[in-house]
């Protein structure tokens, strides 16, 4: 831009040097070695070929000026960080700003961490939050950990707040060992140093670690003490996070109306700080804690405004969260179709975010409707995946988390048999995320699905496998064994054992009784 342009130039003493600049600028533009462009917004951009740019600044070197330009271009870059606070949601234009200045930050990172590690410092603890919420999660992290290694003597806080914004990032990416390290050591700065706000940050932090873990009763406490010490701040924007904190604690308990206190109150004071990436993730909160209160039409509704408005700040994982709480709504509803395209919706969003701890939550959902579609052994590749990723990332489900896994696995292994379902599994904790990534798009969920879904989950509650049903159609018109045999390529002998596990799944004293009691189960 013309700002930027202006604050590389040393003739900055006069209103009349602005306007040399300018005219200078100008100049160039007529003479082609500057090119001129528009960028969002309609705001005049200015940029030079690389050819044009390698010759002059080898110019600048030989002049012995070029480290004072790149001084100057991180300085102004700086001051572009600084105006806005990385401790709330970014607004739309701050992200567009961050965007199309990105390749202008990374050059002034790269400057700064190897000459001025306090500016780098600075730069990257003022874009964490833009990180974050873009999804440059591995990016960003990587700057922050390079910055934080070049200025071990920098100012505590500074370091304290680098420090939250690595671990936040960590956070997102479940690695919460990584995130642990960070905030504690930023405790431990923020307090010695005697900035208790910045102390209480660290403090929260901890407790989305805690959270995260399971240790809900530590998270609890420690969210608590941040809060009390935000209110004596009178930080609005924090304290409303910290209540939305303790309203997840309160669900993860189970307790879902004392959760919707929490999230009913913390609601105005997004509205009153303009904080609309909060209110944003408070509507979904919300949802999932009216879905377990008894009202699953509030829910949706709620996770449908939350998607929206995720779509809207282009919060890329506020909408792979959101569309995978539509998904649970729509599989609660029986509509397998519609939970399958927003289950692969976010786990694509996901992948390319880097993020793991959702992901594997998606693909044990994914897993679980693919048994119900009557596509078991897939499924068992997909929980294997799942499993080896948490692993991966030293991650832990929450006891409503197990619970849904265990029947998942539990319905997989009944649809497959023990021998199968071992087999799949292991093939699936081999498969690096990506490939499962793959395999989930290359599978296709048979026609008409939501229309066989009742007979596919008789025949799961039933513990009949795929074969089993197979034989028990061909019972149902009346085939005889020897018929049955050729019509599946297997033996009359093999036709018999089948017959009899028939009889004994279904309690029923003989072929035609095991027919009725299929029909009645809503198998036939």
């Given amino acids: 831009t013309f700002d930027a342009a202006e604050a590389m130039s040393t003739d900055l003493e006069s209103a009349s040097g602005a306007i040399a600049n300018l005219g200078r600028l100008t100049t160039l533009v007529d003479e082609s070695l500057v090119q001129i462009g528009e960028q969002h917004g309609g705001e005049k951009r200015f940029q030079l070929l690389e050819t044009v740019r390698k010759f002059v600044f080898e110019r600048l070197e030989e002049a012995g000026e ?22 709330r949601a970014l607004l739309p234009e701050s992200i567009q700003q961050f965007q199309t200045e990105h390749d202008n930050l990374r050059a002034a990172l790269r400057w700064a961490i190897a000459r001025d590690p306090d500016i780098a410092l600075r730069i990257a603890s003022g874009l964490w939050r833009f990180w974050s919420q873009v999804g440059f999660w591995s990016e960003g992290r990587s700057w ?17 707040a680098a420090l939250i914004g690595s671990g936040r990032i ?14 504690e050591e930023s405790l431990a700065l923020a307090t010695a140093s005697g900035n208790d706000h910045l102390a209480a940050r660290a403090l929260q932090s901890l407790g989305v670690v805690a959270s995260n873990q399971g240790e809900l009763d530590r998270a609890a406490e420690v969210f608590g003490s941040a809060l009390e010490r935000f209110r004596s701040h009178e930080d609005a924007g924090a304290i409303g996070r910290c209540l939305t904190d303790l309203g997840l604690v309160a669900h993860r308990r189970g307790d879902a109306l004392r959760a919707i206190a929490y999230y009913e109150e913390a609601l105005p004071i997004a509205g009153e700080t303009g904080d609309v990436a909060f209110a944003a993730l408070l509507l979904g909160n ?11 039409a ?16 282009d919060d890329q994982f506020g909408v792979a969260v959101n569309l995978y709480n539509l998904a649970d709504c729509c599989k609660e509803r029986g509509a397998i179709a519609g939970a399958w395209e927003q289950y692969r919706e976010s786990l694509v969003i996901t992948e390319a975010l880097g993020e793991r701890h959702l992901a594997s939550r998606i693909l044990n959902r994914l897993a679980h409707l693919a048994t119900i579609a009557g ?26 988390e197990e619970a849904s896994v265990a029947e998942a696995i539990a319905l997989t292994r009944a649809a497959l048999g023990d021998d199968a379902f071992q087999t799949a599994w292991d093939v699936g904790q081999a498969l690096p995320f990506d490939r499962a990534v793959a395999e989930v798009l ?50 009359r ?15 029923a004293p003989s072929r035609t009784g095991a027919v009725n009691a299929a029909r009645e189960a809503g198998l036939l």
């Fill in 298 to 313: 509030r829910g949706e509704a709620l996770y449908a405004e939350a998607l929206d408005q995720s779509r809207l700040l």
């Fill in 170 to 183: 960590a956070v997102a990416q479940a690695d919460f060992a990584h995130a642990g390290r960070c905030f």
């Fill in 144 to 160: 922050l950990d390079q910055a934080l290694a070049a200025s071990r003597e920098t100012p505590a806080d500074l370091r304290a």
């Fill in 66 to 87: 070029a480290s004072e330009a790149r001084r100057r271009h991180a300085t102004f870059s700086l001051h572009l960080v600084e105006r806005v606070d990385p401790w």
């Fill in 493 to 507: 002998h093999t036709v018999a054992k089948h017959v009899a596990a028939l009889r004994a799944k279904l309690e």
């Fill in 375 to 400: 596509l078991p052994r897939p499924a068992g590749r997909l929980l294997g995946a799942a499993a080896a990723l948490r692993t991966e990332i030293d991650d832990t489900l929450f006891p409503i």
């Fill in 286 to 296: 919300l949802g999932g804690a009216w879905l377990d209160a008894g009202d699953p």
């Fill in 442 to 491: 290359a599978i296709a969920l048979p026609p008409a699905i939501d229309e066989q879904r009742a007979a596919t989950e008789a025949q799961l509650a039933l513990g009949l496998s795929a074969r089993e049903v197979e034989v028990l159609h061909l019972v149902a018109v009346r085939r005889a064994d020897k018929e049955i045999a050729s019509a599946l390529g297997i033996s």
